[in-house]
T-cell receptor, first 111, second 113 residues
Framework: GENVEQHPSTLSVQEGDSAVIKCTYS??????FPWYKQELGKGPQLIID?????GEKKDQRIAVTLNKTAKHFSLHITETQPEDSAVYFC??????????FGGGTRVLVKP | DSGVTQTPKHLITATGQRVTLRCSPR?????VYWYQQSLDQGLQFLIQ???????AKGNILERFSAQQFPDLHSELNLSSLELGDSALYFC????????????FGSGTQLSVL
């Protein structure tokens, strides 16, 4: 089955700096890659997703890049703000398969 | 607010007991998923229902069962509870049968003492 590894497990950045979270996946058939943000006491919330026919997708301060050859994808947050502090999860799945989540990255934005 | 409602928010019970967790999906969503989140295991998929039928099973213990009712709400039943069952249980819903654009509820925190 699919295996998704996520790094780093914790990330501390200064407000205004950029944050990058990286994930690798094992199943070359995977074609859907969402990112979820989980704030304290809440459930994960979908913030951006990308499909394998696209190399990059951007939504305001958030961008995701995908390298199918290397089987890795990354989340980039620019101009970080205190409200970006949360746990971020990457995930991957191939059509007909179940979504597999990475272990999560705890991001702390220091004011 | 994701539109997915889970009750109760917190549940404290003793080993050997049985509990029921309830989930109402977003209006119009036909798929309901149950996930378990513990500190050392991340988000683990338990089971999926689509329009009342079981669609997929993950790492769900035999002591656990679920169902989706005609009005599309779902219940997760946990029996013969053990200390290790203490975790956050999330329900998620989506409009399709595929695992895409899942919307998660706020979860039920289960503590087994």
């Amino acid at each position: 089955g699919e295996n998704v590894e996520q790094h780093p497990s914790t990330l501390s950045v200064q407000e205004g700096d950029s944050a990058v979270i990286k994930c690798t996946y094992s199943d070359s058939a995977s074609n859907y890659f969402p990112w979820y943000k989980q704030e304290l006491g809440k459930g994960p919330q979908l913030i951006i997703d990308i499909r394998s026919n696209v190399g990059e997708k951007k939504d305001q301060r958030i961008a995701v890049t995908l390298n199918k050859t290397a089987k890795h994808f990354s989340l980039h947050i620019t101009e970080t703000q205190p409200e970006d502090s949360a746990v971020y999860f990457c995930a991957a799945n191939a059509a007909g398969n179940k979504l597999t989540f990475g272990g999560g990255t705890r991001v702390l934005v220091k004011p | 607010d994701s539109g997915v409602t889970q009750t109760p928010k917190h549940l404290i019970t003793a080993t050997g007991q049985r509990v029921t967790l309830r989930c109402s999906p977003r209006s119009g969503d036909l798929s309901v998923y149950w996930y378990q989140q513990s500190l050392d295991q991340g988000l683990q998929f338990l089971i999926q229902y689509y329009n009342g039928e079981e669609r997929a099973k993950g790492n769900i213990l035999e002591r656990f069962s679920a169902q989706q009712f005609p009005d599309l709400h779902s219940e997760l039943n946990l029996s013969s509870l053990e200390l290790g069952d203490s975790a956050l249980y999330f329900c998620a819903s989506s409009i399709t049968v595929r695992d895409e654009k899942l919307f998660f509820g706020s979860g039920t925190q289960l503590s087994v003492l």
